[in-house]
Nanobody, 115 residues
């Protein structure tokens, strides 16, 4: 059974930083493409960042230069370092694993950027 468990969300002031973590189980992690998506109230879920099994990365234009995705295959964990946070970054952030042509999702972690 595939499980993705996000952590690290919370309330942060504009300009602040947070690091999200997603621990995966039930897959051969090093073979999975991993990603972070987010969904703000009243909006559709959108891609934030992706990292392939080989370590190539892709970012949404809105977060380029502020967010960094990384992975630790020894810990079966993917991270999202978020810096210079803005109120528009407020959303539920979901971890995604693409493995053997299937998509798996975590339950999400809430990030609120507010003063």
């Amino acid at each position: 059974q595939v499980q993705l468990a996000e952590s690290g969300g919370g309330l942060v002031q504009p300009g602040g930083s947070l690091r999200l973590s997603c621990a995966a189980s039930g897959i051969i992690f090093r073979r999975a493409a991993m990603g972070w998506y987010r969904q703000a109230p009243g909006k559709q879920r959108e891609l934030v960042a992706q990292i392939t099994s080989g370590g190539s990365t892709n970012y949404a234009d809105s977060v380029k230069g502020r967010f960094t995705i990384s992975r630790d295959n020894a810990k079966n964990t993917v991270y999202l370092q978020m810096n210079s946070l803005k109120p528009d970054d407020t959303a539920v952030y979901y971890c995604n694993a693409r493995y053997v042509a299937k998509d798996y999702w975590g339950k999400g972690t809430l990030v609120t950027v507010s003063s």
